[in-house]
């Protein structure tokens, strides 16, 4: 079995010699033995329900139906979830996200409705039993916020959210208009891989440019009296990052470079891409700025991805997290335009 044969390499007498080669593999290997026993789960829970029917069945006793239905009901569901995590094969996509959303045109509405897309990915992780780690927090003048950078720490959930990239819009009837006239309202989503630190990608200290500054907050307490906000700007792409989350300037400092790092991971996985169409004669389109995704609440209830067609009127369980059919949907385009263009 591979596993067994990765794991005879870790007792090499050399392999913790080059200490970062060998971080990168051990992440390889847990990743292939958490792979390896979620499917052997299912074949235990598979060969336990078949068991159940059979006695279900010689002892003639209907009262446990129900119970088999819902066991084979969840096994299902865990299959399906596998099935598709089997799709997610991006050099990048078994690795933790870092979300960024940050409030478009539309005011109050655009803040209020950044923090329901906040809202809506937190309680997605949530379903998801990932952990969330909020990295930045900028609320907004009356309600909701202006940007908020989080940490989903779960498998795959950067394959998973990739797709939510981009720029997603809101009509609703405002409940900040005094007359109650429907607005519409744009956030911005930024998908980010978690970088990781055994990699070669490195930010050299001569490219960069620290700034500190004073955070900015509603007045009051909420106000650091101290310059420990961090903006850090890279020279050669001019990416900027801006932190004021943490009361500390070193912890500030410390989460902008874990952006500004993973935004530059980013940027290779664009350049590589992008490339790879160059080579296949594929048409590029500018995916920043673009609209990618409507959520309709007035007059009629719809959310509708631009990119897939696919659309839903279950506005409500969207908004409360439940955006698998609206990711999935997106990775099955994408796999069969990519099947296409092969047999093209």
């Known amino acids: ?134 990295l930045d927090f900028s609320p907004g003048d009356e309600a909701g916020i202006k940007t908020a950078v989080i940490k989903i720490n779960g498998r795959y959930s950067y394959g998973y959210l990739r797709s939510e990239k981009g720029v997603h819009r809101l009509v609703r009837l405002s409940p900040y208009d005094t007359d109650h ?33 004073r955070a900015s907050g509603n007045g009051g307490q909420s106000v650091q009296k101290n310059s420990t906000a961090v903006r850090i700007t890279h020279i050669p792409t001019g990416i900027v990052v801006s932190v004021q989350n943490e009361r500390s300037q070193a912890q500030n400092k410390e989460i902008a470079m874990k952006i500004l790092t993973a935004k530059l991971t980013d940027l290779e996985i664009k350049k590589i891409s992008d490339k790879q169409a160059k080579l296949k004669g594929e048409h590029i389109s500018a995916e920043f700025g673009r609209q990618v995704r409507s959520y309709i609440q007035h007059p009629y209830q719809m959310v509708k991805d631009h990119r897939t067609n696919y659309q839903t009127n279950k506005t409500n369980e969207i908004l409360d997290g439940e955006i698998d059919s609206l990711l999935k949907s997106y990775l099955t385009n994408q796999i069969e335009n990519h099947s296409n263009s092969i047999l093209d």
């Open 1 to 134: 079995m591979e596993i067994d044969t990765l794991e005879k390499k870790t007792l090499s007498e050399n392999f913790w010699n080059d200490r970062n080669k060998a971080q990168i593999f051990m992440k390889t290997l847990s990743s292939k033995k958490d792979e390896y026993n979620k499917w052997k789960d299912i074949v235990s829970k598979s060969e336990n329900l078949v068991e159940f029917s059979k006695l279900i069945k010689s002892e003639n006793d209907s009262s446990l139906n129900n119970t088999a239905y819902e066991e084979y009901a969840d096994l299902l569901s865990n299959v399906k979830s596998l099935e598709f995590e089997l799709q997610l094969n991006g050099e990048f996509d078994v690795r933790s996200a870092i979300v960024t959303i940050t409030q478009g045109a539309g005011g109050v509405d655009a803040q209020d409705w950044a923090e329901m897309l906040l809202r809506m990915y937190i309680r997605w992780a949530e379903k998801k039993n990932f952990t969330v780690e909020t």
């Open 181 to 213: 006239k429907r607005h519409t309202s744009f956030a911005s989503v930024e998908i980010l891989p978690e970088p990781d630190e055994a990699e070669e990608i490195k930010v050299n200290t001569d490219e960069i440019k620290i700034d500190v500054f």
